[in-house]
């Protein structure tokens, strides 16, 4: 079973003292595992679970990581500045910039306005998932192991996704007024992290069919490896212009020139290659159902998106992690959605576990355990569970 694998990976990498708090954390993601298997329209473990999920995203401690700390800095000047809109970081959008002021205008303390940002975030996700037939217990045991632990140590990018699934959710109705309020949701995750208005783009790709939408992505597999295996050939110069280019988009004034032509050696260039590889595979093999509704192009377009995004990944940054924070959630998402398991498959459903099951092992080890590229998220897990620091 890939969950009892996740707990004793866990378990043993961290030597975890059984205190209370741990007995939450591991006893919500059994409870929403059995409860995924036995009754898949439960909505209370769910809630159990992101109730204890919230929690420890935001009580990680600030000094745990640069990010976390430099959030925190952001805060307490606006808080002491007479002009908070005056305070500049040329990373931070103007929608996070405002909910950093209103929470210093309540009187939040950092901590109090990370735990409730975290929280809404969390419910905000529930909410979508609901609304797009998912399995929530499944869901949350199987994201509490894996990519719970990446995906909250990026504050602003965790907000903006949740925003951006719960506007996706709303083109289940098909609507012109779904449709502007899904296009209101992303812009408004859009100005919390600018990387938002990319998934505009999955308002168009609703327009072709599933099966193009699928054909599509059948295309890009090949693609993205060669990509991968001939990148360290490209002039740098034009990798730069165009991560430049992509860089001004996302709101951030400067990026790491070194990195980029550096490029991507081949160790990472072949765990690339498997990642995006079978990530692509596995949504293609689930999507080829019969089931009745929408939420399977509305998904698929989701994940398109991202896996548009992964070239870009792999030439600008040298880390796996963004991969984790956008195409593998909507992967699992899918895996999750109600309706697409129960529907005839044209592939085997043991062919979709077992490609599920190495895609999640491979990310858990990778991220969660640090054995890629001494993970910085193996660095953050002891402090998100407050195993160390406190």
Known sequence: MIAHKCFMFLAHKYCLKFRGEYVLYFGQIIINYITGKIRPN?????????????????????????????????????????????????????????????????????GEFRLIFFYLSFF?????????????????????????????????????????????????????????????????????????????????LLRFSTTQLRQILLGLIPLYAVIAITVKLINPSIIIKFIAFATQISGRKSFNTE???SGVGVTSAIAYIII???????????????????????????FLIQFLLFPLIMVSVTSFSRIVR???????????NKKLNKSKQIFTVQSKDIIFGIVYLLGMITFDGGMFRHSQFAEYLPYILHINGY
Request: proline share 2%; aromatic share 14%.
């Open 42 to 110: 439960a909505i209370i473990p769910a809630l159990f679970g992101v109730t204890i999920l919230a929690y420890y995203a935001g009580t990680m401690q600030p000094d745990s990581s640069f990010d976390t700390l430099t959030y925190q800095n952001y805060y307490e000047q606006i808080g002491k500045s007479f002009q908070p809109f005056g305070v500049e970081n040329q990373q931070f959008e103007v929608g996070f910039k405002i909910l950093n002021i209103l929470a210093n205008q309540i009187g939040l303390s950092y």
């Open 124 to 204: 905000i996700i529930l909410l979508a998932l609901k609304k797009l037939d998912v399995n929530l217990s499944k869901f949350i045991a199987l994201y509490s192991v894996f990519p719970f632990f990446s995906d909250v140590t990026q504050v602003r990018n965790f907000l903006m996704l949740s925003l951006v699934l719960f506007g996706y959710s709303f083109l289940k109705g098909g609507s012109r007024k779904n449709f502007v309020i899904a296009t209101c949701l992303i812009l408004i995750g859009a100005s919390i992290q600018s990387f938002g208005y990319l998934f505009l783009i999955g308002l168009f």
């Open 259 to 261: 990195a980029v032509v």
């Open 276 to 302: 995006s590889t079978l990530l692509g595979v596995l949504v293609y093999i689930i999507t080829a159902s019969d089931q009745i509704g929408n939420e399977k192009k509305i998904l698929l377009a989701l």
């Open 326 to 336: 956008g195409g593998f959630v909507t992967v699992l998402i899918i895996c999750c």
